[in-house]
Structures are given as C-alpha cells and as structure tokens.
C-alpha cells in the first residue's frame, strides 16, 4: 500500500524504468553488461522511490489516555526546551529522526481540535542541526486533547526534503492514527508536551508510528 502524496512521482518513476529497459535492451544489447548494468541501477531507484511512499495498515482504536508517536524512524531529543512560536513558554521537546529508508507518513499523535496550523517555507539544513526546529521550512501544529490540554507537532524539513504536506485545518476535529500529512524525502518530527509529562520513550529508541507509546496517563 502507498501513499496517495506519492502517487506522481510513483508514476513517473515507472515509466522511465519502463523506458530506459526498453532503451537499453534495443541500443545496449551487443554490450550485455552495460545494458544490464544500467537496467539493475534503474529497477533500484525504483524500489527506493516504492519504499520510500510505502504506507503501512496500522490502524487503532484512538485511547484519550495517551500520545503515540507520529511518525517512525529514532528519538533524537528528549528535553525541556523554550517554544517561542506559539506557546511562548518552556515545553517538554521529543524529537523523532526520520532516515529516508523510513515510513514518512504523518499520523496524529491524539485526537482532539485543531487550534493552530501554519506552514513556514525556510532553509534546508540536516534535520538534526540544532537550528533545523526553527529556520528550517517546516509546519507547526496545534491540537487541543481532553486529556493533555494543547499539544504542539512540528513536521521539519531535511537537507533533501522539498516539501512537507500538512492536512490539518484549524477547526478540524482529529482522530489519533488518521494520517494527518507526509514529509517528502525528509526529516523529523518534534513533539511540544506540557512540563511535567511523563514520557515512556528513551534516547535512540526506535519508534514505530500509530504503535509505540510516547506518554499515557
């Protein structure tokens, strides 16, 4: 299964390998290593850009009582941190590294309204630079839950990524899991928790979107 926001480049992608077979195959065939050779190097990019678009089934039964992660890929910050953009106070940061072999899918991590939702164009630094969270282009994200009060996520460009895609509507009633938006060949993803919260991840832990626990009540 894959995600509706690859379905072009998916498409462009096979065609030219379609191509540059039957091109290859036609004008390269007296040179057989060179026809294969290219041919091998074509099907790969393909099966990167297939992996890469990849939307694992993963769907839940949304739990008030606790935040899941919201993307896969390995927590890389877990600290106190001042956010200046909406709160404009100290919040708990959890930050999750996305590498490109990754699911890049965006779920929501809680169910709720969303109060806040502003896209932010801005540079493209490596996604673990410590200035990535605030110059590079990125979305900010609020949502109000029952249980945790606001919330914040920041999806985070990389230094490849070209384009973050954000499907939440200020106003917009939220389900945790639903696919909420999809980073392309990029980044991270940071959690904005109140002071305070208890997490139940660690430093470098794997996270898997829509399974692993980032804090319950």
Do not use: C
């Not at 390269?28 to 026809?35: A, K």
């Not at 008030?64 to 890389?76: M, T």
């Amino acid at each position: 299964m894959f995600h509706k926001e690859g379905g072009k480049i998916i498409l462009i992608a096979s065609s030219l390998t379609i191509l540059i077979y039957l091109f290859s195959h036609k004008f390269l065939s007296s040179t057989m290593w060179l026809e294969k050779g290219i041919q091998i190097v074509t099907l790969v990019f393909l099966l990167l850009v297939l992996q890469f678009f990849r939307n694992p089934n993963r769907k839940i039964t949304a739990n008030l009582n606790q935040i899941i992660a919201p993307v896969d890929g390995k927590v890389v910050v877990i600290e106190e941190v001042y956010e200046d953009e909406y709160f404009k106070d100290k919040r708990l940061q959890v930050s999750i590294f996305m590498s490109p072999i990754n699911v890049h899918v965006t779920r929501y991590a809680a169910s709720g309204k969303i109060k806040y939702s502003k896209y932010h164009p801005g540079k493209y630094l490596v996604a673990w630079h410590p200035k990535a969270s605030t110059e590079n282009e990125r979305t900010t994200v609020v949502i109000e839950t029952k249980e945790f009060g606001e919330i914040l996520y920041r999806q985070i460009a990389g230094a490849v990524a070209r384009r973050i895609v954000n499907y939440a509507e200020v106003g917009q009633e939220v389900i945790q899991g639903d696919d909420a938006g999809f980073i392309k060949f990029g980044s991270r993803v940071d959690l904005f928790l109140p002071i305070g919260t208890k997490i139940d991840v660690v430093l470098q832990q794997k996270a898997i979107g829509n399974h692993t626990l980032i804090t319950h009540i």
